[in-house]
């Protein structure tokens, strides 16, 4: 499974920017589909997961302004994300799951205040 992370930029608090990866390989073999991020200094956290059929989970920090949606063929995932806080400012990485664990590259978001 190969992934490509897109979107990333610079918005200013309270903006609103989309994420997008674009997953090819074995797309089938999928079970999870996740996005984590890391700000400086810090470590890699947990921001949205979307699993085969099952809940979608967020973190807390991000609940109720980050959506996560995916393609039904597993092909893309995005995730939206709204009401942009300086402390969203991170590195944020696609992540797939299927025996083994994927990466992307990662996406660099910045948020001024």
């Known amino acids: 499974v190969q992934l490509q992370a897109s979107g990333g930029g610079l918005v200013q608090a309270g903006g609103s920017l989309r994420l997008s990866c674009a997953a090819s390989g074995s797309l089938f073999s999928i079970n999870r589909m996740s996005w984590y991020r890391q700000a400086p200094g810090k470590q890699r956290e947990f921001v949205a997961s979307?699993?085969?059929?099952?809940?979608?989970e967020y973190a807390n920090s991000v609940k109720g302004r980050f959506t996560i949606s995916r393609e039904n063929d597993k092909s893309a995932l995005n995730l939206q994300m709204n009401s942009l806080k300086p402390e969203d400012t991170a590195v944020y990485y696609c992540h797939a799951m299927t025996s083994r664990i994927y990466w992307g590259q990662g996406t660099l978001v910045t948020v001024s205040s």
């Open positions: 979307v699993p085969n059929g099952g809940t979608i």
